[in-house]
C-alpha cells in the first residue's frame, strides 16, 4: 500500500532506529526502500544482511537522491523520512485516513506534510519535546509514553504546513520530475525568501 523511501549518508545508527520503528509501528502493507549516498559506515552491509531493497552511489547527492529510493516504490504512494526520523504508532493509519478524504473529494494531486517532534528549537511547525539529541540519547520509551497520553493535547487539526516527511501520490511524483536542489514537495531554497521572483 506504501513505499517508504529514503536516502542515507554515514547514518546507519540512525537508519536502524528508523527500520525499527517502521518494522513495529507500521499496520499497512509497505515496503522498505533505502538509497545509499556511498556510505563508509557500513550501511551496505546492514541493508543486505537485513534484505532491505537498496539502490546505491558514487557519491552524496543529499536530498535529491530520494528520486533513485523512488524508482523502485512499486505502490500508489510514497513516503519520505529522514533517515533519523521515528515513525509513531499509526502512522500510517493517519495517513490513509487523509489519502481516503482526498479520494472521497475526488482530489487526485495533493501532498501530506507530517508533524515532526524535535528536542528543542521554536519552528512552531514542530511540536518540541525532548526525548534524546541523537541515535545516542534517544529514549524510544520517553517517547511512546508521551505519543500515549500527552501528544493529543498538542492536536492541531486541518493544518496547513510545510513540514517534512511528507507522503505524495507516486503518480503525482513522477508527473513532477521528482526532487531537485531548488525544490521539494514541502520544503525549498527559494521557500524562504518571499520576496525573490521565480
Known sequence: MISICCCTYNSLEYLKILYSSVKRNTKLKYEFLVHDNASTDGTKEWLEQNKIKYSIGLKNEGFTALNYAAKMASYDYIFFPNADNYLLPNWDIEIFKQINNFKSENIEKFIIAT?????????????????????????????????LTEMKNYDRENTIQYNFPNCIPRKLFE????????????????????????
Open 175 to 198: 508527473e513532477m520530475g521528482g526532487f531537485d536542489m531548488d525544490y521539494q514537495p514541502g520544503w525549498s531554497r527559494r521557500s524562504r525568501f518571499f520576496d525573490e521572483s521565480p
Open 115 to 147: 508533524r515532526a517532534i524535535e528536542p528543542s528549537g521554536n519552528n512552531n511547525e514542530y511540536l518540541i519535546y525532548n526525548c534524546g539529541h541523537n541515535d545516542k540519547t534517544f529514549d524510544e520509551g520517553k517517547l511512546l509514553k508521551f505519543c
